[in-house]
C-alpha cells in the first residue's frame, strides 16, 4: 500500500472521496492542515477566518496556548482509566461546575458528547420520574443517538427507524413567522396552550422530561420570547416532568453569561453541556440536583460508557472553565456580540435579502429572505454567499432546515479586527451572491 507519495490537494481530496463516508452535507472544498486562535490554514497555505468556532466548540479559538500546555501535561500524565475509578481532575472540574450552576445543580457526570449528555439526562429523567414521555422542541438538535435523536426534531428522521416510543413535539416559538398572533402581538401563550393540549390528549400520563436549548441554534438561532422558558418549564413541571436545559452550544459564556437559561430566570432539573466545555477536545456533562441523582441511584441508574471520568478531558475541561471566568470572556462575547450585530443590523438596512438579524452575544442568526414582506426563505442564496465566503477566506455555517439562516458564532477570544474583517467578506460574498 503505497498511499504517502502524493500529498497534493488534489490526491487528498482523490482518497478523501474514495475513503470516507459522507455523514451529511457533502464535504466543504478546504482541507484544512492547521489552526490558531481564530483562523484556520489550509493545506494550500489559504487562511480562513473561522465564523463557526469549528463544530461551535472552539470557544476559546484553536490552540489556545494554555489548553495545549495542559493537554501535553496530562497526556504524560494520566489520560483514561477504568470508570469506576476517579481522578482528581474529575472531581475538580465536577468541584468547578457545581459551583458556576444555577440553583442547586451539584452533583456531575462526565462524558465524552452531547448526544450522549442528553441521552443520560433523559434516562435520568426516566429513572427519576418512573415515566417515560419526553417532550421537545419541534426546532431542535440534542444529538444522532436513539435517545437524543428522538427528541431531535431539526433533523431528517427519513430512512433511520421508529423513534424511541413516548417522543412528543411542542411547536417551536417562532418570533420572526409568528403562527399564533393575538392583535400585532406574537401570542405563544396561545401557542403554548395549543400545543400542551396536543401533547395532554395523546400522553399516557407518563411524563418523564421536557428538553429545551435556551436557544434553538441548529434550528435557526431563535431566541425564546421572554419568559417562555420559565412558562414552558412550569407548564411541563405540572405535568410531572423534569426540565432538562440542553446548553451544548450556549453554555460558558457564549451568550453573556455561564448559562443561557439564566437570561429568563430558569433554574431546571438538569443541565447538559458538550461542545465549549471540551474547547474542541470530547467533552460532556450532566449537571443535577443531589434529590435528583440520590433518587436516580436509589432506583439503580444506569449509564456506563468507556470515556465517563477520563481525567484528560477533564483536565481541559477545568482550564476552559478557568480562563472563561478569569478572562471575563462571558462579558467579553457580550460586548463583541452587540459590535457584531451592530454590523449585520448595517448590512440589513444596505441589503433587502437578509430579512433578520437575532441571536445572543456571540451566537448570532442572519436569516436570507427572497422578499422581506413574505418572508419566503432563500437558502440556495445563503448556501452561494456560504461558499463564496470560504472562497474569500472565512468558513461560516449556514443551519440545516432550508430556511437560509446563517448561524455565526466565532470563537468568543475573537478580536474587533477579526470580527470586523469577517464582516467585510460576508459583505463582499453577500454582494457578489445576490
Ligand atoms: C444543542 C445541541 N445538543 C446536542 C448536540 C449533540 O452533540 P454531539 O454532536 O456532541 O453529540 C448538539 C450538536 O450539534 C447540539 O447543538
Known sequence: MNVEADTSEGALWQRANRHLVRYGYSFQSAIIEKAHGAFMTTTDGRRLLDFASGQMSAILGHSHPEITAVIREQAGEL???YSQLLSREVIDLAEALARIAPGSLERVMLLSTGGEANEAALRMARTA????????LSRSWHGVTQGAASATYNSSRHGHGPAVPGSFVLAAPTPYRPRFMKGDEYDWIGELDYGFELFDRQSSGSAAALIVEPILSSGGVIVPPEGYLREVAARARKRGMLVVVDEAQTGLGRTGRMFDCEHDGLVPDIVTL???LGAGLAL????TTPEIEDRCFERGFHFYTTHASDPLPAAVGLKVVEIILRDKLAERARVAGAR???GFETLMQRYEVIGD???RGLLMGVEMVKDRRTKEPAPELAGRIMNRCLELGM???VVRGGWGVFRIAPPIVITDDELDLGLTIFEQALRESV
Open 284 to 287: 460532556s456533562a450532566v449537571l
Open 274 to 276: 458538550s461542545k465549549t
Open 340 to 342: 457584531l450585530r451592530s
Open 129 to 136: 420520574t418512573g415515566g417515560f414521555e419526553v417532550l421537545g
Open 395 to 397: 468558513s461560516t455555517s
Open 357 to 359: 438579524v437575532r441571536g
Open 79 to 81: 489520560v483514561h482509566l
